[in-house]
Every structure is written in C-alpha cells, then in structure tokens.
C-alpha cells in the first residue's frame, strides 16, 4: 500500500522560497499520478499541483501558477513541490495525495494521503 510521508514544510517570510517532498514508506509512487493539496484554516481543502504517473503531464491552481513548480524523480521515489514567491495566503497545511486525477487536480475515491506539513508564510 502506497504511505505518502511529506517533509520540507516551514516558517519564511513573503517572497521566499520552500520547497517540499514527498516519498512513501509502503509501496512507491512510480506510475501513479500524485498531486500536492492545501488546507487553511477554515478552508476547503484545494489542489494546488499534480502530475501525471507516466506522462509527466502537470496541472496547477490559479492561484501558484508561475510561481510553483511540481516534479518527480520515480527513480529516487521522490515528488517535489518548488515553491517561489510565496504569499500569506500560500500558509496551510500541505498534503502529498497519490492516485489523484491529474488533469483536474483533485481527489475521488480511493485516494493515499500523507500526514502534511505545515508552511506558514508571514507577512
């Protein structure tokens, strides 16, 4: 079964830059289309970044296009989310979620979800 596990969630301050991974302690990522989602207090939970698991076809939210970059090495069982120029409104909780729908960026049915990492972003 497919664990995702995040890491690399942190406090920087507007205009900085985070970059978070995500890795499995079960069975690998290799072939599944994997996403990066967000939670905020008092929100709705949002994709913000997926890919596909062959194709490295990638989709983003609106609201990080330009300034997030999703990636993943299937040799090194490894998704990455670059994020420049984050803004307050980037701070919540990151989820790495495996067998999404990529091309919508969002989560049906039977989905693998991490734990999160946190990233807040001040002002």
């Known amino acids: 079964q497919v664990q995702p596990v995040e890491s690399g969630g942190g406090l920087v301050q507007a205009g900085g830059s985070l970059t978070l991974s995500c890795t499995t302690s079960?069975?690998?990522?290799?072939?599944?289309?994997v996403g990066w989602f967000r939670q905020a207090p008092g929100k709705e939970r949002e994709g913000v970044a997926c890919i596909s698991g062959s194709t490295d076809g990638v989709g983003y939210a609106p609201s990080v296009k330009d300034r997030f970059t999703i990636s993943r090495d299937n040799a090194k069982n490894m998704v990455y989310l670059q994020m420049n120029n984050l803004k307050p409104e980037d701070t919540a909780m990151y989820y790495c979620?495996?067998?999404?729908?990529?091309?919508?960026?969002?989560?049906?049915?039977?989905?693998?979800w991490g734990q999160g990492t946190q990233v807040t972003v001040s002002s």
């Open positions: 979620a495996a067998d999404i729908i990529w091309r919508r960026c969002v989560a049906y049915g039977t989905v693998y």
């Open positions: 079960g069975a690998t990522l290799d072939g599944y289309a």
